[in-house]
């Protein structure tokens, strides 16, 4: 499965396995608490640490808020990726 991981996003590692000059790590994520298939990672996009970090901050918009941004795309093209009605946009 392809996720999206946010900067500062903490893993924990439950499994390595071996590549050569790198390695694929099963995690898991408080970001996908209820993904019933394994998460995977490429060991050259993190930083492993002994301590646990902080989790990042979530900021979330209010439920309101959701349901209007859904319905003001009705008519509009699918976006792949596309987190607004004009594609992408950063948090």
């Known amino acids: 499965m392809e996720f999206i991981a946010f900067p500062n996003t903490v893993f924990e590692i439950t499994e390595r396995i071996p590549k050569e000059g790198y ?14 298939s394994p998460l ?23 439920r309101n808020e959701i349901i209007e941004n859904i319905l003001s795309l009705e008519g509009r093209n699918y ?13």
Not at 81 to 91: I, P, R, S, T, V
Request: charged share 30%.
């Open 23 to 36: 390695s694929i790590y099963k995690i898991i994520t408080s970001d996908y608490p209820y993904e019933s």
């Open 40 to 62: 995977y990672i490429d060991s050259r996009f993190v930083e492993v640490r002994s301590d646990r970090p902080d989790e990042r901050n979530k900021v979330m918009p209010e």
């Open 79 to 91: 976006m792949w990726g596309g987190n607004y009605g004009d594609g992408l946009k950063n948090y």
